[in-house]
């Protein structure tokens, strides 16, 4: 197993510093209290081989959300995580916010498996769905002449806030690979980007297209 640093999960975990700060105070309390999150060993796993690290009680620091990125906090994961040893069978839960992360295995005959479990909140989900490529497609061009007048970037990225879908999950992690971070890509990302590049229409709808058959299950 490949070590992996102190960090948290669900939801806002999965975005960079800046994203997270700005998000209100309210978001970064509520954010854990919609998903739990576990594991179920498929077999004996001693802290030799690597099990999860944690902090108890890091999931109360309100700030924590921001503080996992900085140094001084990974420093203070490293001097006081714990290890819970699993047995085949064993089932682990734990709040989402906890800061934990992946540690080193130092065995030469166990490759520890485990079937990673979150259990979302209805809360968590949205009550309708729209067609938001659809409505990323026709607003596009609108964006792209909005860019050329000189509109403020601010309204730029409320209309893409309010029409793409910013949130990269659920998806198909087998093809829609996260590539230079922790998530795939967005789909308000990717309009964004879009802009910023000068992309045209076509290229756009193209990598629109490409993105949301990347995130179906089943191809065809």
């Not at 485990?114 to 026709?138: I, P, Y």
């Not at 309204?155 to 879908?165: C, F, K, Y």
């Amino acid at each position: 197993m490949t070590p992996w640093p102190a960090h948290r999960d669900y939801h806002l975990g999965f975005m960079g510093l800046e994203e997270a700060q700005t998000y209100p105070a309210h978001i970064h309390l509520l954010s854990p209290a919609l998903t739990l999150q576990g594991a179920v060993a498929h077999c004996d796993m001693p802290v030799e081989s690597a099990p999860t690290l944690y902090l108890p009680h890091s999931h109360k620091y309100p700030a924590g959300y921001v503080a996992f990125h900085r140094p001084e906090f990974t420093e203070y994961f490293e001097q006081n995580y714990v290890q819970l040893p699993l047995e085949k069978g064993d089932a682990a839960f734990f709040n989402p916010a906890l800061f934990h992360g992946a540690g080193h295995n130092r065995t030469a005959d166990i490759r520890s498996t485990a079937n990673l479990l979150q259990v979302s909140s209805a809360f968590g989900r949205v009550m309708e769905t729209v067609n938001r490529t659809a409505m990323s497609k026709a607003l596009y061009p609108v964006l792209q002449e909005q860019r050329v007048a000189g509109a403020p970037e601010r309204s730029m990225r409320n209309v893409v806030a309010a029409s793409a879908q910013g949130y990269a999950f659920p998806t198909n992690l087998d093809r829609d690979r996260p590539i230079g971070g922790i998530a795939p890509e967005s789909q308000a990302q990717l309009a964004l980007r879009a802009l910023a590049s000068g992309m045209d229409q076509a290229a756009f709808e193209s990598e629109l297209n490409a993105q949301q058959q990347r995130r179906r299950t089943q191809v065809g």
